[in-house]
Antibody, heavy 121, light 111 residues
Framework: EVQLVESGGGLVQPGRSLKLSCVAS????????MTWIRQAPGKGLEWVAS????????YYPDSVKGRFTISRDDAKRTLYLQMNSLRSEDTATYYC??????????????WGQGASVTVSS | DIVMTQGALPNPVPSGESASITCQSS???????????LNWYLQRPGQSPQLLIY???TRASGVSDRFSGSGSGTDFTLKISSVEAEDVGVYYC????????FGGGTKLELK
């Protein structure tokens, strides 16, 4: 069974940093692109970051570019999201997702339960 | 960025009736390979989203055949035939022709 388990969420002050982790199981981790998606309270879904299966390339929207860094440790089967210079608008539940290997990396066919991040003073 | 716009449902939907959810994109999602880069997800109350349909009309593994996707270019529809209690939640369309963007969501409530 495919499982993605996020951790590392919490309350953080504006301007500070936080690092999320996502441990994967039930599939060959290094065969898949991985993506972080976030959802602000009561709002819709927003793409945050993606990383290739090799870890050689990563992609971000303008809203987080230069502040967030996605990375992976295939030996630990773990995906990370380093979030710096956090703003109140970064408050959201962050989902770790797997890109469908045979369709497209941006077809998210498995989702974690989410990690809640609140940015507030 | 490609903007995705979803329509609302005339909630609540009577159990056993069909429901159609619309989604519009600001740019055609038809790729040169003749595939349409449009997905649908369902987020049940208190749960994470799950993939329902990809490439416009292909159901994901384990998804009921009561769900069907259709449309072309910039206008798309997710049809749910014979709505059941387990279908309640928020439905999102998503394009992946470019970096992914999602519609604002359409809530389905059951009568």
């Amino acid at each position: 069974e495919v499982q993605l388990v996020e951790s590392g969420g919490g309350l953080v002050q504006p301007g500070r940093s936080l690092k999320l982790s996502c441990v994967a199981s039930g599939f060959t981790f290094n065969n898949y692109w991985m993506t972080w998606i976030r959802q602000a309270p009561g709002k819709g879904l927003e793409w945050v970051a993606s990383i290739t299966n090799t870890g050689g390339s990563s992609y971000y929207p303008d809203s987080v570019k230069g502040r967030f860094t996605i990375s992976r440790d295939d030996a630990k089967r773990t995906l990370y999201l380093q979030m710096n210079s956090l703003r109140s608008e970064d408050t959201a539940t962050y989902y770790c997702t797997r890109g469908s290997g045979r369709v497209s990396p941006y077809v998210m066919d498995a989702w974690g339960q989410g990690a809640s991040v609140t940015v507030s003073s | 960025d490609i903007v995705m716009t979803q329509g609302a449902l005339p909630n609540p939907v009577p159990s056993g009736e069909s429901a159609s959810i619309t989604c519009q994109s600001s740019k055609s999602l038809l790729h040169s390979n003749d595939k349409t880069y449009l997905n649908w997800y369902l987020q049940r109350p208190g749960q994470s989203p799950q993939l329902l349909i990809y490439w416009l009309s292909t159901r994901a593994s384990g998804v009921s055949d009561r769900f069907s996707g259709s449309g072309s270019g910039t206008d798309f529809t997710l049809k749910i035939s014979s709505v059941e209690a387990e279908d309640v939640g928020v439905y999102y369309c998503q394009q992946f022709l470019e970096y992914p963007t999602f519609g604002g969501g359409t809530k389905l409530e059951l009568k």
